[in-house]
């Protein structure tokens, strides 16, 4: 499990646990109720099972994850991030790129979770 004490850390974390292919890991980083919008799609999953099904396709990615924030803004017990993310293979081929919206809870032990992660959120065109 990885335990998170700076929202701005969340992120770099996502990546390490990632890159370990550890899907407990990735899973620790979740609110039992979260919501996550992953990339490539307008699907959203709520629960730690629905997203455990999204974070299980994600790990059968090749490759290693560099993901940092662009921006943190915490108020209280909640935070806004924006996040810049890469998958890389070892080839060097882009596998995945983006940019994610986030918003993470401190929780009574201290630690930071996801309550929202939208994945490709950062990316999306202006509303019209």
Known sequence: MYKVTR????????ARAFDDRDLDGLLSLYEPEAALRPHGTQAVRRGARAIADELRALLALP???ASRNTFCLEAGDLALMRSEFRIVAED???VAAGGGVEVVRRQADGRWLYVIDHAAGAGLPAAA
Request: no cysteine; hydrophobic share 35%.
């Open 7 to 14: 929202p701005a850390e969340m992120n770099e974390t996502f």
């Open 63 to 65: 490759g290693t994850m």
């Open 92 to 94: 060097g081929t882009v």
